[in-house]
């Protein structure tokens, strides 16, 4: 695969990943919403709320997780990095927190299908196959591997000698 091949795919799953995660927090402020005016009027009763929001708001979580690791836009605690800038255990650093990184989603990806793999109950009021519910998991396990493995490949080519930052230089 060419490198503008990938680039090109890189840009459709991120614009995806912000697509879906934007489009699960409308479908939550709808059913939060359709719910008050269910409670305020009486009109009609919705039972199957909770499982619904419950389902949505996981998927919301893990595929914006994905597409924040993508912007590398996470939460991150930046003291040791700060205080490392400039100097040579800054690239062994990064290089440590990228080979987390991974561990992490590695470990997501592979005991998540498995768990999903597992499920065999249904939601009680729907009666939908729960593993729906959890497919995110492994999902989003897979998609912070591929990302993972591309921050560890950047961290160990800003190792090299002469290296230029490969982080600075990527477009979004």
């Given at each position: 695969?060419?490198?503008?091949?990938?680039?090109?795919?890189?840009?459709?799953?991120?614009?995806?990943?912000?697509?879906?995660?934007?489009?699960?927090?409308?479908?939550?402020?709808?059913?939060?919403?359709?719910?008050?005016?269910?409670?305020?009027?009486g009109l009609f009763?919705?039972?199957?709320?909770?499982?619904?929001?419950?389902?949505?708001?996981?998927?919301?979580?893990?595929?914006?997780?994905?597409?924040?690791?993508?912007?590398?836009?996470?939460?991150?605690?930046?003291?040791?990095?700060?205080?490392?800038?400039?100097?040579?255990?800054?690239?062994?650093?990064?290089?440590?927190?990228?080979?987390?990184?991974?561990?992490?989603?590695?470990?997501?990806?592979?005991?998540?299908?498995?768990?999903?793999?597992?499920?065999?109950?249904?939601?009680?009021?729907?009666?939908?196959?729960?593993?729906?519910?959890y497919a995110c998991?492994?999902?989003?396990?897979?998609?912070?591997?591929?990302?993972?493995?591309?921050?560890?490949?950047?961290?160990?080519?800003?190792?090299?000698?002469?290296?230029?930052?490969?982080?600075?230089?990527?477009?979004?």
């Amino acid at each position: 695969m060419s490198g503008g091949l990938l680039l090109r795919l890189d840009r459709a799953l991120g614009l995806l990943l912000r697509v879906f995660s934007i489009a699960c927090l409308v479908a939550l402020t709808l059913l939060l919403t359709l719910n008050i005016a269910s409670r305020a009027s009486g009109l009609f009763g919705m039972n199957w709320f909770d499982e619904v929001v419950a389902t949505v708001f996981a998927w919301l979580v893990f595929i914006g997780a994905c597409a924040l690791w993508r912007e590398r836009e996470h939460f991150a605690i930046s003291l040791l990095s700060d205080a490392l800038k400039g100097r040579r255990l800054a690239g062994v650093h990064q290089l440590a927190i990228a080979l987390l990184g991974l561990l992490f989603a590695v470990v997501l990806m592979v005991y998540g299908a498995r768990f999903v793999g597992r499920t065999t109950a249904t939601t009680p009021v729907l009666e939908l196959p729960q593993a729906w519910a959890y497919a995110c998991l492994p999902i989003a396990g897979a998609l912070m591997t591929i990302y993972a493995l591309r921050d560890v490949w950047l961290a160990l080519q800003a190792l090299r000698p002469n290296a230029a930052d490969p982080v600075a230089g990527r477009s979004r």
